[in-house]
């Protein structure tokens, strides 16, 4: 296990974060890859319940980091932009209050010791949400693809399912030759 992967277990028990938070956590982290498609879509199934407000709460925490947790502000990012297009109505609602914060993320900056600006990709990142943001019918457009999309999935992923249990079960059958 990698110790900034250990650091953070630790962090989560410390402070008590719910599962929703720790998830955030997990897929804002300072790790150099982005987080799992999976976990965006666990996370973005809380906005649909009561962990809600945890979710959110984590990811406008992540998004007010700064200088060498660029990575979190990043991450926070795209975990918003797919917030936005999958998670429930009220993140898109909560987004365009807080616009501003967003908004703000255009001028990030940060460069590293050796002088590379890691600032770019939130600045570009934040620039694409606000242009997002500000389009009605590109939102309504993109929430209906996701739609789509997850619901193309999780077809895919039931046929797989049925076809493994089948297989499973036909395999068992005729290997089983019950003897007295």
């Known amino acids: 296990m ?25 897929a804002t982290s300072n790790d150099p890859w982005g987080p799992s498609a999976t976990l965006m879509a666990e996370i973005a199934q809380m906005t649909y319940s009561a962990e809600y407000h945890e979710v959110m709460m984590m990811v406008w925490r992540r998004l007010n980091d700064s200088g060498k947790n660029w990575r979190h502000v990043y991450k926070g ?18 987004c365009n209050e807080n616009l501003i914060a967003v908004q703000t993320l255009k001028d990030f900056q940060f460069l590293d010791r050796d002088g590379k600006d890691h600032g770019l990709n939130v600045r570009e990142k934040a620039k694409q949400i606000v242009s997002l943001l500000k389009d009605e ?30 297989r499973y079960n036909e395999g068992n059958m005729s290997g089983n030759v019950l003897s007295h």
């Open 77 to 94: 990012l795209t975990l918003l932009d797919y917030l936005i297009k999958n998670g429930s109505n009220k993140v898109l609602q909560e």
């Open 137 to 166: 019918d590109r939102i309504k457009q993109e929430r209906a693809q996701a739609q789509t999309t997850r619901k193309r999935m999780s077809q895919v992923t039931a046929a797989i399912d049925s076809s493994h249990r089948l």
């Open 2 to 26: 990698a110790t900034s992967s250990l650091r953070r277990q630790v962090k989560n028990i410390v402070h008590n974060y719910s599962d929703a938070e720790v998830k955030v956590r997990e």
